[in-house]
C-alpha cells in the first residue's frame, strides 16, 4: 500500500469510530457533559471535527470559502462546539459524513502529497496536503479517545443497578 492509501485508510477508519460514537445516544447523551474536567460533549466533539474537516481541506488547502453552517456561524472554532447541544444526532450524523465527503473529494483533487495548500495554516506558511491529512488524522484520533472515555461514563451508567434501599 502506497503512502496515500495508508493515510485515506488511517483517516476513514477513525472517521468510521467517530460516526460509531453516534449510534445509539440519544440526544441527551450526545449534549450531555459526562466528563467534570471539561466542557466537552460527544455531540461536540463530532461537530467541532466536522468544522476541522471544512477548515483544513476546503478552506485551507483548495482555499474555497466555508460551506454551512461555518459561513454563516460566529468566528472562531467555539460556536461549533457550543451549538452542538442544538442538533440532533442525525443532524451531527449528516453534519460529520457530508463533511467528510467534502474532504474526500478536496484531496481527490490533489495528485501530489507535497502540495502545497492554498492558505497559510496556524498564520504560517502554507503547509503540505500530507501535512494536512496527518493533521486531521491527529485530531480525530484525539478527539476518538475522548469519545471513548464519555462513551464509557454512558455505558457504565446503564449498567449500574438502582440500590435497593
Not at 463530532?46 to 478552506?59: I, S
Not at 451531527?92 to 474532504?103: G, K, M, P, Q
Amino acid at each position: 500500500m502506497n503512502e496515500r492509501d495508508t493515510l485515506a485508510q488511517f483517516l476513514d477508519q477513525h472517521r468510521e469510530w467517530t460516526l460509531a460514537a453516534l449510534d445509539g445516544l440519544t440526544e441527551a447523551d450526545a449534549a450531555a457533559r459526562l466528563l467534570p474536567a471539561t466542557t466537552m460533549t460527544i455531540g461536540g466533539i463530532v461537530k467541532h471535527l466536522a468544522h476541522m474537516e471544512d477548515l483544513w481541506f476546503t478552506h485551507k488547502l483548495l482555499g474555497e470559502p466555508y460551506p454551512e453552517p461555518w459561513a454563516s456561524a460566529p468566528p472562531g472554532e467555539q460556536w461549533a462546539w457550543s451549538s452542538a447541544a442544538d442538533d440532533s444526532v442525525d443532524e451531527l450524523r449528516t453534519l460529520y459524513i457530508e463533511a467528510c465527503a467534502r474532504s474526500r473529494a478536496a484531496v481527490a483533487r490533489i495528485d501530489d502529497l507535497d502540495t502545497r495548500a492554498a492558505l497559510p495554516s496556524f498564520g504560517k506558511a502554507p503547509v503540505s496536503l500530507r501535512w494536512l491529512w496527518t493533521q486531521m488524522i491527529r485530531e480525530t484520533a484525539q478527539h476518538r479517545g475522548h469519545l471513548d472515555l464519555m462513551l464509557d461514563v454512558i455505558r457504565a451508567r446503564s449498567t449500574e443497578k438502582p440500590s435497593s434501599h
